[in-house]
Every structure is written in C-alpha cells, then in structure tokens.
C-alpha cells in the first residue's frame, strides 16, 4: 500500500472555490480504482493550508488517476488557486497504532 501526502497553500479568496471542488469530486476520487482512502486536512494555525491523505493499493494506481480525465479537471480548477507550488510524498505506511 502506499499512501499519498499533498500539502496545497490557497490564496484566501480561493479556499471557498476549492473547498466546492473537492466536494463534488471527493467520492469520485475515492472510488477511483485503486483509493482505498481519503481524507482532507486543514492547518489550525494557518487556514490557508490543506493536505489530502489517500491510501492507494500501488504506485501504478496513483498514476492511473494522476493521468486520468479526473485528475486533469479536478487539478485544472484547483492549481489556479495556489499562492504556493504544492508539495506531495507518497510513502510507505510502517507502522499504525490505535
């Protein structure tokens, strides 16, 4: 499995445009072939700045949608909004206590 970590910086005038866009296409991204998971993050300390957390089944299935049709509109409207170039890891989950 590996998960996928993006931080995204908004202009302030564009968070409310984002925060629309990943809500009309969270379950499509989590129902993409491969997402087993999805979660969006907000910093309390600066409310400009977002993560998305997914787990994918493998690096071939993150490329898929990175180079899907869904990818390229949902990233057309979202990368517009950026006051930052956003940062992305993908990284293999060692250890997960409860």
Known sequence: MLVRIVK???EPSGIEEFLTNF???KEKI???EGCNFLELY???NNTSI???YSYWN???DLNNYRHSEL???VWANTKPLFNEKPEAWSVEKLESLK
């Open 8 to 10: 995204m910086s908004f």
């Open 23 to 25: 809500e009309r296409n």
């Open 30 to 32: 989590r129902n993409f």
């Open 42 to 44: 907000r910093d309390q």
């Open 50 to 52: 977002f993560f998305t």
């Open 58 to 60: 493998s690096e071939d």
């Open 71 to 73: 990818f390229k509109g």
